[in-house]
């Protein structure tokens, strides 16, 4: 398993940005996509983007497709989460983690165990 640890979060107003960070460690980064979820309160945990291995495909939730930008350093072993024109909707603790292709869809690695994740809370 890789040790993952996200960080970033904050608290903005609305239609300002924050960067998400997540370092991993423990497992062959390099060779996994990687995916950020995240949960607000009362809800399940939701996709929100992917990257692939490469850094060279990438997919996102339509909530947040135009604003939010996902990229990676396999040089670092992070994977980052551009998020510009924040809304309240927004408001959720985020995490990274390896994930594999289910057909057209991002799911976690079960193999893997979830970070502690990062708050971002977004005010209006």
């Known amino acids: 398993q890789a040790r993952l640890v996200e960080s970033g979060g904050g608290l903005q107003q609305a239609g300002a940005s924050l960067r998400l960070s997540c370092a991993a460690s423990?497992?062959?980064?390099?060779?996994?996509?990687m995916g950020w979820f995240r949960q607000a309160p009362g809800k399940e945990r939701e996709f929100v983007a992917v990257?692939?291995?490469?850094?060279?495909?990438?997919k996102y939730a339509d909530s947040v497709k135009g604003r939010f930008s996902i990229s990676r350093d396999n040089a670092k072993s992070t994977v980052y989460l551009q998020m510009n024109n924040l809304k309240p909707e927004d408001t959720a603790v985020y995490y990274c983690?390896?994930?594999?292709?289910?057909?057209?869809?991002?799911?976690?690695?079960?193999?893997?165990?979830w970070g502690q994740g990062t708050q971002v809370t977004v005010s209006s």
């Open positions: 990257i692939n291995w490469s850094g060279t495909n990438t």
């Open positions: 983690i390896p994930v594999r292709s289910y057909g057209s869809s991002w799911l976690p690695d079960p193999s893997q165990s």
């Open positions: 423990g497992r062959t980064f390099s060779s996994s996509a």
